[in-house]
Structure formats: C-alpha cells, structure tokens
C-alpha cells in the first residue's frame, strides 16, 4: 500500500513539473525596450511603451501676477522640475509693471529671473500687460530679451508665440505683427500641429478686425491648433472653428481662489504632444509634492492690497418666482470716499438660486453698505467650457448694467445679511 501511494506522488510531482516547464519560455523577450521573461499567460497588458519620436511633454504656466501673492510662482518653478516638462511656455504677465520707473521695473525682472533660472529646462517668455505697459517697459523688454512676439519649431510642431499689447489700449495686434504671423503660417504650413500662445483672449475683442486677431485665424484655417492665453486669471475653455482655445488661471497672480466651480486656482497645464494632437492636464498646484510632502521654502514676497472691510453675505435668487442656477450676482458700492474706486463682489447662483458673495478672498462677503445689484447669465459651464450663445441663459437686460436695474441692497456690519431677490421674466 505503502509503495502504491509513494507511486502516485511520484507521477503527480512528474506531472507538475511537466506542467510547469511547458509554461516556460525558451528565451527572454526584448520588446519595446523591456526586457522580461514571457509565458503563456503574463501579469501584464502589453509591453508596448507610451513613447515614441513625435511625443514629448512641456508645460504652460499662467499669470503671475496683478495682484501676486507669496511663494506661489516660485514654488511653481520648483514643482515643474519635479514634473520634468522638456520646456515651459509661459502666458506673460510675469512682473507687476505699470512703472515708468525703470529701476523699479528691472528690480521686478531681476527677482523673476531669480526663479526662472532654476528651472531645469528652457523656459520661453510671452509678454503680457503688466510686463509692456508702457514705452518704457516696451524698451527695456527689447533690451533684455529682444523679440516681443517670435516662432519656434520643434518634434515638427509649430509654437507662435504672440504680443497682444501691440498697439493703443492693448488687446491688439499691430498690422507689421499680423504680416509677421500671416507669413511664418505660410511658411509653416507642413508641420503636424500648431500652437498658439497669447497673453490676452484677443477672439472675444469686439471687432475682431480691429484687433488683428481675424487675420491670425484666417491664415490657422485648414490647420489642426490649439491656442492658450491668460489675462483673466480665470479658467475658460471655448472652442472656436472646431479648435481648442484655453484660458489659463493663475499661477500665483491675484484671485480670489474660490477654486473648480469659478475657475479660479493656481495651475500649470501640462501638455503631452501625441503623433495625433495635444492631450491637456490642468494640474493644481497643491497636488504636486515631492517626495517629502513638503514644498520647498521662497522667499518671493507677494503686493499688499489695499482692502476695504467686509461682511458675509447670503442670499437667494428666483425667476418668477423659480430658483434661478447660474447666474452671476453682483453687489457695487454706490457711496464710496472720494477719490476711491467704488468695490464690487460677486458670486454664481446655485441649483437652489443661492449665493455667497466674494471681494478678496472666498465668500469673504461685501463692503457695508448701500449697493446696486446685477445680474448676469453665467455662460461657463463644468469644465470651465464657454458655451454657444443660443445655450446662454436669457435674462432681461435692465438686470445687467448698474444703469438700468432696479436692484439695491444694503450691507450692514452686523446681522445676516440674508439678502433675496426676486426676478420677473418680463423686460
């Protein structure tokens, strides 16, 4: 009996490792730049790599600032050398400007430069208003850094960095610009992808002609593109002639950070270039961290702001009498000192027709008291995407100027401030 059981352990043993050997290959493989041993089955999916020539990564940082507050860019730069971009486009608006005191204006691209420089990766400048706001500012930008809008090509795809301070008022392009883009098109016209980096949203200018935008978008016709700006320090996405147009948040300029619903916090996009066209990642700041969990220290100091008091404010919007969603509430100061901007806040309605309004900083609230109320359509929807104008909410227009509504409202210091208002559908 002994021997029988001894027999059928042997057999089985033998079976096993018979089993097993079939399972085995009878080389390494070397696939895709892996090395690995294969068998029938594998604890994998493929071992074709997401590489390839016509792929690479860089990042597009946005407003600086206009407000900007401590420690946010400059932390920034460090953040995107532990990302590894192969480079940085930036939006423009890097230095606080508006100065004709040029002591003062290279102090403030000095400290900038401070940050740029630790970058472990090229980083490409694009003027904003802040940064040439003045002949002087236009000047110095040419002595320090030459071209103020410029090409450059690379992996066979086409950047055309723009200047949209370019002339009077700014939010222009000048007519030698317009040439100047018109031609390098042209003369780019085989590459696999085009993108187009701006300071401000030039397309929505009034009169697009005017602006020199009209021309730039005649001559990116019948090519792929994506474009991305700033300015607004509020994130947006429209979409234009089947193309993708990104308005950028910030990364450290003013905001009131009342986060995703808004648009309002502080990012870096991160751009991979796929043989196909771009993919997008809108990365917030707070969730890139090393492996510490600790953000290096800056000393980057922020501009103070001069700010007025505040006070909560609440309240709920209906449209006869329904709850009104998606509407932008607008509280402006209609006594102030003289010689002092008058104040607004803001907020955007809920599902519910609820409100909270901001000035500085999240629902911080409004200054005391009386005020004229706004109202406004909302035209962003999740995903910050601009919608068609047949898709926009239709208010009567009297709400929408300070002029014509017939909504005012009182802060006070003390108490609530549960503030309702009821809309009639009737103009």
């Known amino acids: 009996m002994n021997r029988l059981f001894l027999g059928i352990g042997v057999t089985a043993l033998l079976a096993t490792a018979v ?19 294969t068998g029938d089955k594998n604890p994998w999916t493929s071992l074709k790599p997401n590489v390839g020539e016509d792929q ?7 407003d600086r600032t206009g407000g900007h507050r401590d420690k946010i860019f400059s932390r920034a730069i460090q953040q995107i050398n532990l990302l590894q971009p192969e480079f940085v486009v930036t939006v423009g608006d890097l230095i606080e400007g508006y100065s004709t005191d040029m002591e003062k204006v290279k102090a403030q691209w000095d400290e900038l430069d401070s940050y740029v420089k630790k970058l472990e990766m090229p980083f490409f ?37 723009l200047d949209t301070e370019d002339g009077p008022g700014g939010n222009v392009l000048s007519k030698e610009q317009q040439d100047f883009a018109v031609k390098a098109l042209a003369d780019n016209a085989n590459v696999r992808w085009t993108v187009v980096i701006t300071h401000k949203p030039i397309w929505t200018a009034r009169d697009q002609e005017k602006a020199g935008f009209a ?31 990104y308005q950028l948040a910030t990364t450290g300029g003013g905001s009131k950070l009342r986060g995703i ?19 997008i990642a809108n990365v917030l700041l707070d969730g890139i961290l090393p492996e510490n969990l600790t953000i290096p220290d800056s000393d980057e100091k922020g501009v103070t702001t001069r700010k007025v008091p505040v006070f909560p404010v609440r309240g709920k919007l209906t449209l006869d009498g329904k709850p009104l969603a998606n509407a932008i509430v607008t509280f402006t100061q209609t006594e102030r000192k003289a010689g002092s901007r008058a104040v607004s806040a803001d907020g955007i309605t809920a599902e519910d027709g609820s409100f909270a309004l901001t000035t500085y900083s999240k629902f911080d609230g409004a200054p005391d008291g009386p005020c004229k109320v706004t109202i406004t359509a909302n035209n962003r929807r999740p995903g910050g995407l601009i919608v068609d104008e047949k898709d926009v909410l239709k208010l009567p227009t009297k ?9 005012k409202a009182t802060v006070e210091k003390t108490g609530t401030n549960e503030l309702n208002f009821d809309l009639s559908s009737k103009d």
């Open 399 to 407: 709400y929408g100027k300070a002029s014509t509504t017939p909504l």
């Open 56 to 62: 690479f990564q860089f990042v597009v940082v946005s």
């Open 261 to 279: 619903p808004y648009g309002e916090f502080d990012q870096i996009v991160w751009v991979t270039m796929k043989k196909d066209g771009p993919r």
């Open 19 to 37: 089993a097993f050997s079939r399972q085995q290959p009878a080389a390494t493989t070397a696939e895709g730049g892996f090395q690995v041993t």
């Open 215 to 245: 021309v730039v978008e005649k001559a990116l016709a019948g090519r792929n593109y994506t474009v991305f700006c700033g300015h607004m320090h509020r994130y947006q996405k429209y979409v234009r002639n089947g193309m993708n147009y």
């Open 125 to 161: 400048y694009v003027p904003g208003n802040h940064d040439v706001n003045n002949r002087q500012q236009v000047a110095y930008w040419g002595g320090r850094y030459g071209k103020r809008y410029y090409h450059f090509t690379y992996k066979n795809v086409f950047f055309l960095c």
